[in-house]
């Protein structure tokens, strides 16, 4: 953490009743510096005013070139997904813009396809009955023929058919069957 805020620059927004936090993030210093200046000064410490969800969203993010929308709090540490946890539960911060955008609870997982890695600004994620109507008009906007309603394995397309991001459709029933066909295949 940069440490080049000025005593008195910490001094004036104690005074001011602002959090050490909020102070922390404004100077971009160490808010355990900005408390021992508080206590040096003999200032209570704030009542925790607890954020919303959305507001606790809104803290973690910041606005990067493009329209996109970067995490800046916890990520899973294998993936790197963004997480956020509130209220003692863990919550995806993608389905928090899809929320704000669309105003309902997203189906399946939501991400942006908009090229940028774990992108969550609302206006790039989408659920997966979205990303499932954008790859399907893809797929007629680039000539594409309408989906057989089986594949040829015989699974039902309603069900199981799928568009990658390009528009070409696949099924999801044969790819997860391929999968594990080719997991029990490595285990023998």
Same mark, same amino acid.
């Given at each position: ?89 863990s919550y995806s911060p993608a389905a928090?813009? *899809? ?11 939501? *991400?942006?396809?908009?090229? *940028? ?72």
């Amino acid at each position: 953490m940069i440490q080049n805020a000025t005593r008195e620059q910490i001094t004036e927004l104690l005074h001011k009743g602002l959090s050490n936090t909020a102070i922390g993030r404004q100077l971009h210093c160490d808010r355990h510096r900005v408390g021992d200046i508080r206590r040096e000064l003999g200032l209570a410490n704030l009542p925790c005013q607890p954020l919303t969800l959305e507001e606790k969203w809104a803290a973690n993010t910041r606005p990067v070139e493009g329209g996109h929308v970067e995490w800046t709090g916890e990520r899973e540490s294998t993936s790197g997904t963004p997480v956020m946890r509130y209220g003692g539960k863990s919550y995806s911060p993608a389905a928090i813009a *899809f929320r704000q955008r669309t105003g309902r609870h997203p189906v399946g997982q939501v *991400f942006a396809e908009c090229g *940028f890695k774990h992108c969550i600004a609302p206006d790039h994620v989408d659920d997966e009955p979205g990303r499932i109507r954008t790859r399907e008009q893809l797929r007629y906007l680039t000539g594409g023929r309408k989906r057989k309603p089986y594949c040829p394995h015989g699974h039902d397309q309603a069900e199981h058919g799928r568009y990658e991001a390009d528009g070409r459709a696949y099924c999801a029933a044969c790819k997860r069957d391929r999968k594990r066909a080719g997991r029990e295949a490595v285990a023998r």
